[in-house]
């Protein structure tokens, strides 16, 4: 059974730090390459960072690049986001995506995400 759970979201104040966990299981994660969505009450879910299945070609939104940064351990299956200097806009349910690719198509799995709530 695929699963991606999400833990290490809570509530911090302005200016602190969490660091977000998700842990794979059921497929290969070595194989996926990996991401983090994040949806805030009202809006639409949108990425925050990415990264390859090598853990190579990390990309980052705009408004989180110098304080989020994106990892992953192929052998503990599970993908990180550590979050610096967070801002109340960063406030969020965050969400894990993994994404396979084959030939011609392309498969995705998504966590059940984590709320992480930035107080000022």
């Known amino acids: 059974q695929v699963r991606l759970v999400e833990s290490g979201g809570g509530s911090v104040q302005s200016g602190g730090s969490l660091r977000l966990s998700c842990t794979a299981s059921?497929?290969?994660?070595?194989?996926?390459?990996m991401s983090w969505y994040r949806q805030a009450p009202g809006k639409k879910r949108d990425l925050v960072a990415s990264?390859?299945?090598?853990?190579?070609?990390?990309q980052y939104e705009d408004s989180v690049k110098g304080r989020f940064s994106i990892s992953r351990d192929n052998v503990e299956n599970t993908l990180y986001l550590q979050m610096n200097s967070l801002k109340p806009e960063d406030t969020a349910v965050y969400y894990c995506?993994?994404?396979?690719?084959?030939?011609?198509?392309?498969?995705?799995?998504w966590g059940q995400g984590t709320q992480v709530t930035v107080f000022a």
């Open positions: 990264i390859n299945s090598a853990g190579g070609n990390i």
């Open positions: 059921g497929f290969r994660f070595r194989e996926y390459d």
């Open positions: 995506k993994a994404v396979g690719t084959g030939s011609v198509t392309t498969w995705d799995f």
